[in-house]
Protein backbone atom coordinates (compact mmCIF):
# COMPACT_ATOMS: atom_id res chain seq x y z
CA UNK A 1 0.00 0.00 0.00
CA UNK A 2 2.71 2.10 0.45
CA UNK A 3 4.33 1.91 -3.12
CA UNK A 4 0.87 2.88 -4.07
CA UNK A 5 1.05 6.52 -1.88
CA UNK A 6 4.90 7.14 -2.33
CA UNK A 7 6.42 8.38 -5.59
CA UNK A 8 9.45 8.73 -6.51
CA UNK A 9 9.03 12.51 -7.04
CA UNK A 10 7.41 12.89 -3.64
CA UNK A 11 9.72 11.56 -1.69
CA UNK A 12 12.48 13.40 0.25
CA UNK A 13 15.83 13.33 -0.99
CA UNK A 14 18.13 15.16 2.00
CA UNK A 15 21.52 13.64 0.10
CA UNK A 16 20.15 15.75 -3.19
CA UNK A 17 21.30 13.32 -5.59
CA UNK A 18 23.19 14.73 -8.76
CA UNK A 19 21.99 12.32 -11.31
CA UNK A 20 19.00 10.23 -12.11
CA UNK A 21 21.23 6.89 -11.27
CA UNK A 22 22.10 7.80 -8.53
CA UNK A 23 18.33 9.15 -7.15
CA UNK A 24 17.17 5.93 -8.50
CA UNK A 25 19.72 4.19 -5.75
CA UNK A 26 18.98 5.98 -3.15
CA UNK A 27 15.33 5.14 -3.59
CA UNK A 28 15.75 1.46 -4.31
CA UNK A 29 17.53 1.08 -0.82
CA UNK A 30 15.16 3.46 1.34
CA UNK A 31 11.68 1.08 -0.12
CA UNK A 32 13.72 -1.83 -0.29
CA UNK A 33 14.87 -1.22 3.69
CA UNK A 34 11.73 -0.18 4.47
CA UNK A 35 9.96 -3.03 2.81
CA UNK A 36 12.55 -5.63 4.30
CA UNK A 37 11.87 -4.73 7.87
CA UNK A 38 8.05 -4.45 7.38
CA UNK A 39 7.55 -8.08 6.11
CA UNK A 40 10.76 -9.24 8.20
CA UNK A 41 9.70 -8.03 12.03
CA UNK A 42 7.79 -10.83 13.27
CA UNK A 43 10.23 -13.65 11.99
CA UNK A 44 13.19 -11.94 13.06
CA UNK A 45 10.92 -11.45 16.94
CA UNK A 46 10.87 -15.43 16.59
CA UNK A 47 14.12 -16.01 15.60
CA UNK A 48 15.89 -13.62 18.25
CA UNK A 49 13.62 -13.05 20.89
CA UNK A 50 11.12 -15.88 20.95
CA UNK A 51 13.42 -18.63 22.33
CA UNK A 52 14.90 -15.86 25.25
CA UNK A 53 13.40 -17.24 28.42
CA UNK A 54 11.81 -14.61 30.94
CA UNK A 55 13.66 -12.70 32.66
CA UNK A 56 11.93 -12.66 36.18
CA UNK A 57 10.88 -15.60 37.03
CA UNK A 58 8.68 -14.74 39.15
CA UNK A 59 6.43 -12.59 37.42
CA UNK A 60 4.03 -15.23 35.46
CA UNK A 61 2.80 -12.73 32.72
CA UNK A 62 6.08 -12.80 30.85
CA UNK A 63 5.26 -16.83 29.99
CA UNK A 64 3.73 -15.52 27.62
CA UNK A 65 6.16 -14.06 25.49
CA UNK A 66 7.65 -17.69 25.18
CA UNK A 67 7.33 -19.32 21.84
CA UNK A 68 5.21 -22.65 21.54
CA UNK A 69 5.83 -25.60 23.93
CA UNK A 70 7.15 -27.53 20.86
CA UNK A 71 9.76 -24.98 19.95
CA UNK A 72 10.21 -21.66 18.19
CA UNK A 73 11.08 -23.41 14.81
CA UNK A 74 7.57 -24.34 14.72
CA UNK A 75 5.85 -21.22 15.06
CA UNK A 76 8.61 -20.35 12.10
CA UNK A 77 7.71 -22.87 10.02
CA UNK A 78 3.63 -21.63 9.91
CA UNK A 79 4.97 -18.44 9.62
CA UNK A 80 7.29 -18.95 6.46
CA UNK A 81 4.28 -21.22 5.20
CA UNK A 82 1.52 -18.61 5.24
CA UNK A 83 4.03 -16.15 3.60
CA UNK A 84 5.12 -18.88 1.37
CA UNK A 85 1.30 -19.92 -0.25
CA UNK A 86 -1.21 -18.48 1.23
CA UNK A 87 0.70 -14.20 0.89
CA UNK A 88 2.02 -15.45 -2.57
CA UNK A 89 -1.34 -16.94 -3.73
CA UNK A 90 -3.68 -13.86 -2.83
CA UNK A 91 -0.89 -11.67 -4.43
CA UNK A 92 -1.49 -13.17 -7.48
CA UNK A 93 -5.21 -13.86 -7.05
CA UNK A 94 -5.17 -9.44 -6.27
CA UNK A 95 -2.81 -8.81 -9.51
CA UNK A 96 -5.17 -11.23 -11.56
CA UNK A 97 -8.13 -9.32 -10.79
CA UNK A 98 -6.47 -5.75 -11.27
CA UNK A 99 -5.49 -6.62 -14.48
CA UNK A 100 -9.17 -7.68 -15.32
CA UNK A 101 -10.33 -4.81 -14.06
CA UNK A 102 -8.01 -2.36 -16.32
CA UNK A 103 -9.94 -1.09 -19.80
CA UNK A 104 -9.56 -3.02 -22.27
CA UNK A 105 -7.67 -0.85 -25.35
CA UNK A 106 -10.22 -2.25 -27.73
CA UNK A 107 -13.12 -0.78 -25.57
CA UNK A 108 -11.52 2.59 -26.04
CA UNK A 109 -12.43 5.22 -28.77
CA UNK A 110 -10.19 4.86 -31.33
CA UNK A 111 -8.16 7.67 -32.78
CA UNK A 112 -9.16 7.97 -36.13
CA UNK A 113 -6.07 8.44 -38.62
CA UNK A 114 -5.59 10.57 -41.88
CA UNK A 115 -7.08 9.23 -44.67
CA UNK A 116 -4.96 7.84 -47.02
CA UNK A 117 -2.55 4.34 -47.29
CA UNK A 118 -2.52 2.57 -43.94
CA UNK A 119 0.71 2.81 -41.89
CA UNK A 120 1.59 -0.22 -40.03
CA UNK A 121 3.84 1.37 -37.99
CA UNK A 122 1.69 4.39 -36.93
CA UNK A 123 -1.44 1.80 -36.21
CA UNK A 124 1.17 0.37 -34.11
CA UNK A 125 2.47 3.62 -32.54
CA UNK A 126 -1.74 4.53 -31.70
CA UNK A 127 -2.47 1.03 -30.62
CA UNK A 128 0.47 1.52 -27.95
CA UNK A 129 -0.88 4.82 -27.03
CA UNK A 130 -4.06 3.67 -26.12
CA UNK A 131 -2.71 0.92 -23.24
CA UNK A 132 -2.10 2.09 -19.61
CA UNK A 133 0.97 4.85 -18.97
CA UNK A 134 4.36 3.58 -18.14
CA UNK A 135 7.37 5.44 -16.31
CA UNK A 136 11.09 5.22 -15.66
CA UNK A 137 9.76 3.30 -12.43
CA UNK A 138 7.65 0.84 -13.86
CA UNK A 139 9.87 -2.36 -13.69
CA UNK A 140 11.16 -0.72 -9.74
CA UNK A 141 8.01 -2.83 -8.49
CA UNK A 142 8.69 -6.39 -10.34
CA UNK A 143 11.88 -5.63 -8.79
CA UNK A 144 11.42 -4.91 -5.38
CA UNK A 145 8.96 -8.39 -5.44
CA UNK A 146 11.41 -10.74 -6.90
CA UNK A 147 13.93 -9.31 -3.62
CA UNK A 148 11.63 -9.50 -1.27
CA UNK A 149 10.79 -13.24 -2.60
CA UNK A 150 14.48 -14.28 -2.65
CA UNK A 151 14.86 -12.73 0.84
CA UNK A 152 11.96 -15.44 2.05
CA UNK A 153 13.30 -18.02 0.07
CA UNK A 154 16.87 -17.84 1.07
CA UNK A 155 17.22 -16.53 4.82
CA UNK A 156 15.03 -18.12 6.46
CA UNK A 157 15.19 -21.85 4.15
CA UNK A 158 16.67 -23.58 7.44
CA UNK A 159 13.27 -23.33 9.09
CA UNK A 160 10.92 -24.13 5.57
CA UNK A 161 12.71 -26.14 3.54
CA UNK A 162 9.81 -26.15 0.93
CA UNK A 163 10.16 -22.19 0.43
CA UNK A 164 12.12 -22.35 -2.82
CA UNK A 165 10.03 -24.92 -4.62
CA UNK A 166 6.78 -22.67 -3.45
CA UNK A 167 8.80 -19.53 -4.76
CA UNK A 168 9.22 -21.73 -8.30
CA UNK A 169 5.57 -22.40 -8.56
CA UNK A 170 4.28 -18.57 -7.88
CA UNK A 171 6.68 -17.50 -10.37
CA UNK A 172 5.53 -19.83 -12.96
CA UNK A 173 2.30 -17.94 -12.74
CA UNK A 174 4.06 -14.74 -11.81
CA UNK A 175 5.65 -14.84 -15.36
CA UNK A 176 2.19 -14.99 -17.35
CA UNK A 177 0.95 -12.50 -15.51
CA UNK A 178 4.05 -9.93 -16.12
CA UNK A 179 3.69 -11.06 -19.76
CA UNK A 180 -0.43 -10.16 -20.33
CA UNK A 181 0.84 -7.08 -18.28
CA UNK A 182 3.38 -5.84 -20.08
CA UNK A 183 1.97 -7.06 -23.83
CA UNK A 184 -1.55 -6.25 -23.58
CA UNK A 185 -1.81 -3.79 -20.98
CA UNK A 186 0.76 -1.46 -20.32
CA UNK A 187 2.66 0.63 -23.04
CA UNK A 188 6.00 -0.56 -24.31
CA UNK A 189 8.56 0.54 -21.97
CA UNK A 190 11.46 2.98 -23.28
CA UNK A 191 14.64 0.82 -23.35
CA UNK A 192 17.60 2.24 -21.97
CA UNK A 193 21.47 1.06 -21.90
CA UNK A 194 22.73 -0.48 -19.14
CA UNK A 195 25.47 -2.80 -17.65
CA UNK A 196 23.52 -4.57 -15.40
CA UNK A 197 21.00 -4.38 -13.19
CA UNK A 198 22.11 -1.67 -11.03
CA UNK A 199 21.88 -1.57 -7.85
CA UNK A 200 19.57 -4.17 -7.44
CA UNK A 201 23.06 -6.68 -7.68
CA UNK A 202 24.30 -5.22 -4.17
CA UNK A 203 20.71 -5.84 -2.78
CA UNK A 204 21.36 -9.28 -3.68
CA UNK A 205 24.82 -9.51 -2.23
CA UNK A 206 23.68 -7.82 0.96
CA UNK A 207 20.77 -10.94 1.06
CA UNK A 208 23.17 -13.24 0.62
CA UNK A 209 25.02 -12.15 3.44
CA UNK A 210 22.05 -12.12 5.61
CA UNK A 211 20.88 -15.23 4.30
CA UNK A 212 24.14 -17.13 5.75
CA UNK A 213 23.57 -15.29 9.05
CA UNK A 214 19.73 -15.71 9.20
CA UNK A 215 20.15 -19.63 8.43
CA UNK A 216 22.46 -19.99 10.96
CA UNK A 217 20.68 -18.13 14.20
CA UNK A 218 17.68 -20.47 13.04
CA UNK A 219 19.60 -23.72 13.16
CA UNK A 220 21.86 -22.64 16.46
CA UNK A 221 19.12 -20.50 18.45
CA UNK A 222 15.65 -21.41 17.20
CA UNK A 223 15.80 -24.99 16.90
CA UNK A 224 16.89 -27.58 19.53
CA UNK A 225 19.93 -28.92 17.98
CA UNK A 226 22.28 -27.69 19.64
CA UNK A 227 20.38 -28.24 22.84
CA UNK A 228 20.19 -31.94 21.93
CA UNK A 229 23.90 -32.23 21.30
CA UNK A 230 25.25 -30.82 24.28
CA UNK A 231 23.10 -33.16 26.36
CA UNK A 232 23.99 -36.00 24.22
CA UNK A 233 27.42 -35.64 24.51
CA UNK A 234 27.40 -34.26 27.52
CA UNK A 235 24.24 -35.11 29.97
CA UNK A 236 23.14 -37.98 28.77
CA UNK A 237 23.32 -41.51 30.19
CA UNK A 238 25.53 -42.96 27.31
CA UNK A 239 27.91 -40.63 28.49
CA UNK A 240 27.11 -39.95 32.21
CA UNK A 241 26.70 -44.11 33.05
CA UNK A 242 28.84 -45.90 29.76
CA UNK A 243 25.47 -47.35 29.11
CA UNK A 244 25.20 -48.37 25.17
CA UNK A 245 21.75 -50.27 25.47
CA UNK A 246 20.02 -47.03 25.21
CA UNK A 247 19.04 -44.07 22.94
CA UNK A 248 21.44 -41.50 24.28
CA UNK A 249 18.64 -38.82 24.27
CA UNK A 250 16.63 -40.38 26.64
CA UNK A 251 15.68 -38.36 29.51
CA UNK A 252 16.06 -35.25 26.91
CA UNK A 253 13.04 -33.48 27.68
CA UNK A 254 12.98 -34.27 31.16
CA UNK A 255 16.47 -32.60 31.19
CA UNK A 256 15.75 -29.37 29.31
CA UNK A 257 12.79 -28.37 31.78
CA UNK A 258 13.51 -26.39 35.19
CA UNK A 259 11.55 -26.24 38.36
CA UNK A 260 9.76 -23.51 39.70
CA UNK A 261 8.32 -23.64 43.20
CA UNK A 262 4.37 -22.47 43.66
CA UNK A 263 5.10 -20.93 46.06
CA UNK A 264 7.66 -18.34 44.60
CA UNK A 265 4.96 -16.60 43.41
CA UNK A 266 5.05 -12.90 44.31
CA UNK A 267 2.71 -11.95 46.83
CA UNK A 268 0.54 -9.49 44.19
CA UNK A 269 0.24 -12.33 42.50
CA UNK A 270 -2.98 -13.93 43.15
CA UNK A 271 -4.48 -17.46 41.48
CA UNK A 272 -8.29 -17.19 40.60
CA UNK A 273 -10.62 -19.08 43.27
CA UNK A 274 -12.12 -21.62 40.61
CA UNK A 275 -8.88 -23.33 39.70
CA UNK A 276 -9.37 -26.24 36.44
CA UNK A 277 -9.79 -29.97 37.80
CA UNK A 278 -6.32 -30.47 36.63
CA UNK A 279 -4.94 -27.68 39.15
CA UNK A 280 -7.19 -28.76 42.46
CA UNK A 281 -4.84 -30.66 43.90
CA UNK A 282 -1.86 -30.01 45.81
CA UNK A 283 0.27 -28.51 43.09
CA UNK A 284 4.09 -27.49 44.68
CA UNK A 285 5.84 -27.27 41.30
CA UNK A 286 5.78 -26.54 37.70
CA UNK A 287 8.64 -27.35 35.11
CA UNK A 288 9.03 -24.94 32.23
CA UNK A 289 11.69 -24.63 29.82
CA UNK A 290 15.14 -23.35 30.46
CA UNK A 291 17.75 -24.66 31.93
CA UNK A 292 18.33 -23.05 35.95
CA UNK A 293 18.53 -23.85 39.17
CA UNK A 294 15.44 -25.01 40.68
CA UNK A 295 17.17 -23.21 44.22
CA UNK A 296 18.08 -19.74 43.32
CA UNK A 297 16.75 -19.22 39.71
CA UNK A 298 20.10 -18.90 38.06
CA UNK A 299 21.47 -20.10 34.79
CA UNK A 300 22.75 -23.39 35.60
CA UNK A 301 26.05 -24.96 34.29
CA UNK A 302 24.31 -26.88 31.35
CA UNK A 303 22.57 -23.19 30.15
CA UNK A 304 26.87 -22.04 29.87
CA UNK A 305 27.43 -24.84 28.01
CA UNK A 306 24.64 -24.88 25.63
CA UNK A 307 25.16 -21.03 25.09
CA UNK A 308 28.64 -21.61 24.38
CA UNK A 309 27.99 -24.18 21.79
CA UNK A 310 25.50 -22.46 20.52
CA UNK A 311 27.83 -19.10 19.98
CA UNK A 312 30.45 -21.79 18.28
CA UNK A 313 28.13 -23.10 15.97
CA UNK A 314 27.27 -19.23 14.62
CA UNK A 315 30.58 -18.28 14.12
CA UNK A 316 32.07 -21.65 12.76
CA UNK A 317 28.76 -22.23 10.41
CA UNK A 318 28.94 -18.40 9.20
CA UNK A 319 32.76 -18.63 7.66
CA UNK A 320 32.12 -21.76 6.39
CA UNK A 321 29.00 -20.83 4.48
CA UNK A 322 30.74 -17.22 3.84
CA UNK A 323 33.89 -19.08 1.98
CA UNK A 324 31.71 -21.00 0.22
CA UNK A 325 29.81 -18.24 -1.22
CA UNK A 326 32.63 -16.47 -2.03
CA UNK A 327 34.46 -19.40 -3.94
CA UNK A 328 31.11 -19.88 -5.80
CA UNK A 329 31.10 -16.20 -6.92
CA UNK A 330 34.60 -16.56 -8.58
CA UNK A 331 33.99 -19.66 -9.76
CA UNK A 332 31.09 -18.57 -11.43
CA UNK A 333 30.78 -14.92 -12.41
CA UNK A 334 28.41 -12.38 -13.16
CA UNK A 335 29.87 -12.14 -16.72
CA UNK A 336 32.22 -14.86 -18.46
CA UNK A 337 35.57 -14.12 -18.89
CA UNK A 338 35.01 -15.61 -22.64
CA UNK A 339 32.37 -12.02 -22.84
CA UNK A 340 34.92 -10.16 -21.70
CA UNK A 341 37.40 -11.30 -24.08
CA UNK A 342 34.90 -10.74 -27.00
CA UNK A 343 34.17 -7.64 -25.85
CA UNK A 344 37.50 -6.10 -25.45
CA UNK A 345 39.01 -7.88 -28.70
CA UNK A 346 35.68 -5.89 -30.55
CA UNK A 347 36.60 -2.22 -28.81
CA UNK A 348 40.56 -3.13 -30.04
CA UNK A 349 39.55 -3.61 -33.90
CA UNK A 350 36.89 -0.47 -33.66
CA UNK A 351 40.14 1.50 -32.07
CA UNK A 352 42.27 0.21 -35.15
CA UNK A 353 39.65 1.01 -37.37
CA UNK A 354 39.65 4.40 -36.15
CA UNK A 355 43.39 4.64 -36.16
CA UNK A 356 44.21 3.62 -39.49
Not at 145 to 155: A, D, G, L
Not at 278 to 305: K, L, P
Request: aromatic share 12%.
Amino acid sequence: LLLRVIHPPALPFPEKPRTFSERENIFTVKIFTFQFFTYFSSLIYIVLLGPSSPSGLHSITLFSLQCHPSGCITDLFIQMAIIMTLKQTLSNFVELRFRKSLPNPKDKDKVHMEKGPEDSCKEQWLKNYQLNEVNVFSLFDEFLEMMIQYSFTTIFVAAFPLAPLMAFINNLFEIRLDAIKMVQLQRRIVPRKANDIGIWLQVLEAIGILAVIGNGLVIAITSDFIPMQVYKYTYSPCMLQNRTDINCLTGYINNSLSVFRVQDFEWQMKLPEKLPDFMRSEITECRYRDYRNSDDYNYSVQFWHVFAARLAFLILFEHVALCIKLIAAWYVPDVPQSVKNKHLQKKHENLRGVLR
